[in-house]
């Protein structure tokens, strides 16, 4: 029986992978598709100290990976299927089999959110991405355009200017929620070209993405975009479904966690973009993994001694 099992390979994940081995539990870490998490999605990081010319988030990612591994941390790549967190003993069925922890930290971060827009299932992949790093290079010479306006929005442009011959970006605000630096590095490009007070409304195109019509928020008044190419950049949403009934959580599928990342059952903690914090970012999830980490360690004490 495992002490910890972590689920998700995440900055979160991978912290409390690093924290549960340097405290001398046996801990394994369960990641369906690759380590890293969104963090291997953007191109460069420029706010994670120690790193002054910044990282590329792959890179940050195997590092984190590397880290954890030094110390012992095991990695299974395969979908956890279903849990069952009630009792001191929790259950983990892994490509059929029980895995059977004394305790479990929950890290399955999030994922892009959609448009909503008609066809969108149909065209990821054929003109709509959710990944500038992963698809931008497809559009060299290409018009494309960038949908929101926050960080991740406004880096996705500039990054995407590196390759298309323009970036418009569609932000339903007439103005950018972005960090100033982003948007001081934005204004200046002139491949790029705002969008204001718009919203996507729909795709053009049968196969693939040719143009993307967009709605004035205030006229109503309709403008067709000729791009190759939509990249969404609204919101993530987060990977719940794994623990819906068993943890709470907000309306809107957030863990709910106090400030131990414990959640409403014992022995079952959250960490990262999973659970309510009033900030998402590579440095959070890894202190958000080290506290679960920690307090799950405190409570296998406990219980050993009672």
Request: aromatic share 8%; hydrophobic share 45%.
């Amino acid at each position: 029986m495992l002490d910890i099992a972590i689920i998700g390979g995440g900055p979160a994940g991978l912290a409390a992978g690093l924290y549960a081995m340097r405290g001398g539990a046996s801990a394994a870490l369960y990641e369906g598709l690759f380590v890293g998490g969104q963090a291997t999605k953007t191109h460069q990081i420029d706010n994670y100290p120690g790193f002054l010319d910044g990282v590329e988030g792959f890179a940050l990612g195997a590092k984190l990976e590397e880290h954890a591994a030094r110390f012992g941390l095991s990695v299974t790549y395969a979908e956890v299927e279903r849990v069952e967190l009630a009792g001191r003993v929790k259950k983990l069925i892994v490509d059929g089999a029980c895995v059977e922890a004394r305790t479990v930290i929950l890290a399955m971060g999030a994922k892009p959110r959609p448009l909503g827009l008609d066809r969108e299932a149909e065209l990821t992949g054929s003109g709509v991405s959710y990944c500038a790093t992963c698809d931008g290079a497809f559009f060299r010479d290409q018009p494309v355009a960038v949908v929101g306006g926050g960080d991740t929005a406004i880096a996705d442009a500039l990054y995407l200017a590196r390759f298309a011959s323009r970036v418009y970006v569609v932000h339903r605000r007439d103005a950018l929620r972005a960090a100033k630096s982003l948007q001081q590095a934005a204004f200046a490009e002139e491949k790029i070209e705002f969008v204001w007070s718009s919203t996507a409304e729909a795709f053009l195109g049968e196969t693939k993405v040719e143009g993307l019509t967009v709605r004035q928020v205030a006229t109503g008044e309709r403008r067709t975009l000729p791009v190759a190419g939509v990249f969404a950049a609204v919101g993530i949403v987060p990977q719940t479904a794994l623990v819906a009934g068993q943890v709470d959580c907000t309306a809107d599928g957030r863990i709910i966690t106090n400030e131990w990342m414990e959640t409403s059952v014992p022995g079952v903690y959250a960490a990262g973009d999973i659970r309510t914090t009033p900030l998402r970012q590579v440095i959070t999830a890894c202190a958000d993994g080290a506290v679960a980490a920690t307090r799950a360690l405190e409570y296998l004490s406990t219980a050993e001694s009672a």
